[in-house]
């Protein structure tokens, strides 16, 4: 996964496609298990997997290093938003600690045309965001939670992913050296 | 789904995410089904549905109508690549009756960061895309089939999907009116 970041800044898909692509994962899992519950968690397990993927992307690409503090990091974490999805969330909320935050969104490309039926309605729909989020942290040593508190698909008035600071990971050493 | 082009034209995600989420897909599929027959099936019906839902989408942002002959078809076909993945096929190999090409890629987004394990050597792991071509062609009244003749993931020097025309439908006409 080492290339150039210029050759893939000019990668991009349309949103209309990934997002019917988005919705046959959604579909195909809402067949796959019992229950809705199953299904978020798969959904943010899937989402993990990518986040640790996308991350190196995002640091060729940015040539982002360090976060000074857990404000640095959701300044990135909105950038991220801003090159892999197009869309740039407002972070609000701070707690009062500093050590949590939300990220706002007036419209989430991932539920452009969706609708959710009566029996879906503990469906965390884009809960892939919230695994990529925690993925993408954990390997920059940085342990978050990541969860929806509000979805325009349930009527809210925003959409609203919270993030909250657990711990700082110590960074893994190769066996054999100290 | 009634939209003004314009303002879908800027909307554009980062082909990596979509990758990723289509491998997540992909990897789904072949946890559920028993063979890789299977997957390659399921890939194909997904595609046709969400070609029959962008055909519009195309439509509306391209201001294209009918397409005169084949070879107008086979233009539109590679345009809608341009405008949905980002990748310009090469149109090729037309059968002297002109019922038939080939769309050749150098690059396939889709299938960037994939190797196949050796227990997956029959997968058409794109597949995905040969559904919508033909779920797009069938909203326009043109029956056609659409399939995989090379593959870059499997040594093939180029991606190749073969089109053939079947037929062309019949305008539906709602029940009571001729």
Redesign the interface.
Known sequence: ?SRQGTR?D?????????T???G??VS??MK?YENVEDVNK?LER?GY??GI??IE?FLARTGCGRCYDFRDTAEKIQMAFR????VSPTVANWSPAADEFSLQFETN?LTE?VELPDHCLNLKYAN?LTGVIRGACEMVQMEVSAYFVQDQLKGDNVTEIRVKFIKRLEDAIPAGED
Chains 1, 2 share one sequence.
Do not use: C, H, W
């Not at 991009?12 to 496609?17: F, P």
């Not at 090159?83 to 197009?86: C, Q, S």
């Open positions: 996964m893939l000019s990668k991009k898909v349309n949103s209309e496609l990934f019917l692509t988005y046959a994962l195909q899992l796959d798969q899937m997997n990518i993927r996308l992307d090159i892999y999805l197009g490309p045309f892939m």
